[in-house]
């Protein structure tokens, strides 16, 4: 029998490689590894040779990603990414286009979300689209309070005042975390991870929910809910749910109302936009904003007119996530003293990627022999 094929994108990094190849091969599928984003090509063509097919591209060029997925008519069940390839109606229709060999049934992501995939595209091509939410939950939720306690305590400038032979003492002493209220917005698995790290630390924590179905952290939006284990269990990174945050009902009240305010929601067409000049100039005066989700859920202009602003109650924000991203990555933010930014990191540790990539090749490996119980698969 011929063994579905799987087209690895973008592979897990470094000694993880190695762990996502063989628990792709342990489930008999045949690999085409993208050796573009390998740091040491020629070392995974010695390893690997002879058990996985090789190609090189860059997967963010629409047309090149397609023709790999699609070379000499094969084409290839599956294809895995972690980074967010955007994959629109023109792929979707060509990896499944009539006379190939192997058209696309499934696109797994490893990590949470999957805002990159055109669903509604991928359901008229009967695709299933699959990802890892929880995955790296307690990572972003540790990444954010890094970012809430770099910007509280002004870490960044007195670094760089000591880089350059300055002795810069506090002009006004900050207050402590247990003095602020953090509203987060997105109850879900990361921002209960998020609420249950402030609250050990005396922080009030309060939050919002656009579905009070995602105040458990257990349901998502558009999300099947897995009703058995995940197949081949893999050790997850996420803990236990903390204790639930003090819910607020009004995104207006919990912008007014927090000193801090961090986004944890999925974007979505009702999400897009949803932090916009309106939502910041409601903040309390001096109030810091976090975003480890993604970027179009906040109006990067506004965002950068409003830390801009000496006057306006924003002080300062820190960005992981951002509306162009990757060799398109380009912001409003930059160059501003009062915005941390970062390339999209959060969720970047050693225990997350190792649990997204392997979760995601069970979840592969399921749909494809036809076994979608328990698998989280996200509609349109």
Not at 40 to 55: K, L, M
Not at 339 to 344: E, N
Not at 361 to 376: K, N, Q, S, T, V
Request: net charge neutral; with cysteine.
């Amino acid at each position: 029998m011929e063994r579905s094929r799987v087209l690895l994108v973008d592979a897990a990094p470094g000694a993880l490689l190695g762990r996502e190849l063989e628990r792709l091969l342990g489930h008999g599928l045949a690999v085409t590894l993208n050796l573009r984003r390998v740091a040491d090509g020629a070392g995974a063509r010695a390893d690997w040779g002879g058990r996985v097919d090789f190609t090189d591209f860059d997967p963010f060029d629409e047309a090149a990603l397609l023709a790999e997925t699609v070379r000499d008519g094969l084409g290839h069940h599956a294809v895995k990414s972690r980074a967010g390839v955007p994959l629109r109606a023109a792929f979707l229709a060509g990896a499944t286009r009539p006379g190939l060999a192997h058209p696309l049934r499934v696109i797994g992501r490893a990590g949470a979300g999957t805002d990159h995939v055109e669903l509604a595209a991928a359901a008229r091509h009967g695709v299933t689209v699959t990802h890892t939410p929880g995955s790296n939950a307690d990572a972003v939720a540790e990444f954010a309070l890094a970012q809430l306690l770099a910007l509280t305590r002004g870490l960044r400038s007195y670094d760089e005042a000591a880089h350059r032979g300055e002795w810069r003492a506090a002009t006004a002493p900050p207050e402590e975390l247990s003095e602020l209220t953090l509203g987060i917005v997105g109850p879900g698995r990361i921002g209960r991870a998020l609420a249950g790290r402030a609250s050990a630390l005396g922080m009030e924590v309060q939050a919002f929910s656009r579905r009070p179905a995602t105040t458990s952290g257990l349901s998502a939006p558009h999300l099947a809910p897995a009703s058995t284990p995940q197949p081949t269990p893999t050790p997850a990174s996420a803990s236990a749910p903390g204790p639930a945050p003090r819910p607020n009902r009004s995104l207006p009240d919990l912008l007014a109302t927090s000193d801090v305010v961090s986004l944890h929601l999925p974007l979505t067409p009702e999400t897009r936009g949803l932090i916009g000049r309106a939502e910041l100039a409601l903040m309390r005066p001096g109030a810091i904003l976090l975003n480890t989700a993604r970027g179009g859920i906040v109006d990067e202009q506004a965002l950068a007119d409003a830390l801009r602003d000496p006057a306006h109650p924003l002080a300062a924000a820190a960005v992981d996530t951002f509306e162009h991203e990757h060799a398109a990555f380009a912001s409003p933010l930059f160059g501003l003293p009062n915005a941390l930014l970062t390339p999209h990191v959060a969720g970047m540790t050693r225990t997350a990627m190792a649990t997204a990539a392997l979760r995601c090749a069970d979840h592969i490996a399921a749909l494809l022999a036809g076994r979608p119980e328990g698998i989280p698969v996200v509609t349109a």
